[in-house]
């Protein structure tokens, strides 16, 4: 049980264009998500925390407008990466904090998704 | 703000020694530290939770101490195998949900 799929793995987009990552929680449901970013050799950086009816939380540095989150249902987050440039070429990964477990305690993560921007 | 380090940065053995990986964080006003284990190209497996009020935790060959009054952890493995290879990652849980990540520890146990 407690399985987090992404989708896509692995995504290569032109410079300019804008790609949608997706996050499922397959086997329960997950009130909050979260997305991170991770660089090769760099530790996971917190994006932004996905609540399900409202909006995302964004950390300090993160643009918002640029990292277009929704967490339309309790099983389903998507990250949308606007106007892709080559730098924001990284390995996405989220993952989900079952409903009602409260605390950082259950997070259940996703494979990751590798974005490279040409 | 917190920082977590991770010492060394890469570590290579033999096969069936054990070892010993380090983890500092700077702020210990936590709710738990956890190891996560992340194979190349791969998303992370949870290994071990230690929440604040405890010192330590075992899971089979993986025990995982935890000194939050001086900021440290380590997660100690016996008898290493080379399917122990991966790179570890310390993680601490603060407010809101939030996890904290170090950059990890590679890891190549060799037959």
């Known amino acids: 049980g407690a399985v987090v799929s992404q989708h896509p793995s692995r995504v290569i987009c032109k410079s300019g264009t804008s790609v949608k990552i997706e996050c499922r929680s397959l086997?329960?449901?997950?009130?909050?998500m979260f997305w991170y970013r991770q660089f090769p050799k760099q530790s996971l950086m917190l994006m932004a925390t996905s609540n399900e009816g409202s909006k995302a939380t964004y950390e300090q540095g993160v643009e918002k407008d640029k990292f277009l989150i929704n967490h339309a249902s309790l099983t389903l987050s998507t990250l949308t990466v606007t106007s892709a440039h080559p730098e924001d070429s990284s390995f996405y990964i989220c993952?989900?904090?079952?409903?009602?477990?409260?605390?950082?305690?259950?997070?259940?993560f996703g494979p990751g998704t590798r974005l490279t921007v040409l | 703000k917190q920082e977590v380090t991770q010492i060394p940065a890469a570590l290579s053995v033999p096969e069936g020694e054990n070892l010993v990986l380090n983890c500092s964080f700077t702020d210990s006003a936590i709710y738990n530290l956890q190891w996560f284990r992340q194979d190349p190209g791969k998303g992370l497996t949870s290994l071990l939770l230690?929440?604040?009020?405890?010192r330590e935790q075992t899971s089979g060959r993986l025990n995982a101490s935890l000194d939050k009054s001086s900021g440290r952890s380590t997660l100690y493995i016996a008898a290493s195998q080379p399917g122990d290879s991966a790179t570890y990652l310390c993680?601490?849980?603060?407010?809101?949900?939030?996890?904290?990540f170090g950059k990890g520890t590679l890891l190549t146990v060799n037959p």
């Open positions: 086997d329960f449901q997950a009130t909050t």
């Open positions: 230690i929440q604040s009020s405890q």
């Open positions: 993952s989900a904090s079952p409903s009602g477990t409260g605390r950082t305690d259950t997070q259940y």
């Open positions: 993680a601490v849980g603060g407010s809101n949900y939030k996890l904290t």
